[in-house]
């Protein structure tokens, strides 16, 4: 992270840390693998349950991390599949809201770039070869994201295209009820 914020404007220079990215994932799964426990899927709803809310900073930002700023498509969508694992809140970071914002963030950049080259999401579809560059003009720069209503009745997805203008607007909204989202 330290070394990415010394080029705001450049999304290319995310391609010169693809192995920091890497070792970041093998070290979230190692630590999942230490501290697995079972999780009963079927008993999570959409409230907000504070229980399952820690104060710590685990694992929901780093992966939020490699999500957005990491465009090896094979890491990107294991940061992706594992944020939509959590089922708990780490102060502010709320899992579910974050691996939605997460993939469509994922899914506005890569649009049709990867499926126009035969690739779909299966990580297995790169393990004997390197995965294409993502183009810079595909890339959004200063993604970002606010919850609106009370309670949350939308996620609002900011960002901005290399052909924005500098402008960082609304790119995305989301909405809770329906669970879909509307491109702004």
Known sequence: ???????????????????????LMKQMEDLYDVSRVEWDASSVDNRVDLAKSIIDMGCIAPLYYVAVKCRDHRLRLQAVQSLELVFHREGIWDARSTATVARKVMELEESDYFTAAGLFDDLTIFACQEPPTLP????????????????????LLFGRRPQGKGVRSCIAEYHMSSQSWVDV
Do not use: K, W
């Open 136 to 155: 810079e003009h595909y890339r959004i720069r200063n993604v970002g994201f606010v919850s609106s209503g009370n309670p949350a009745e939308r996620i």
């Open 1 to 23: 992270m330290a070394e990415l914020c010394t080029y705001p404007d450049n999304e290319m220079a995310s391609d010169t840390q693809i192995h920091q990215f890497a070792l």
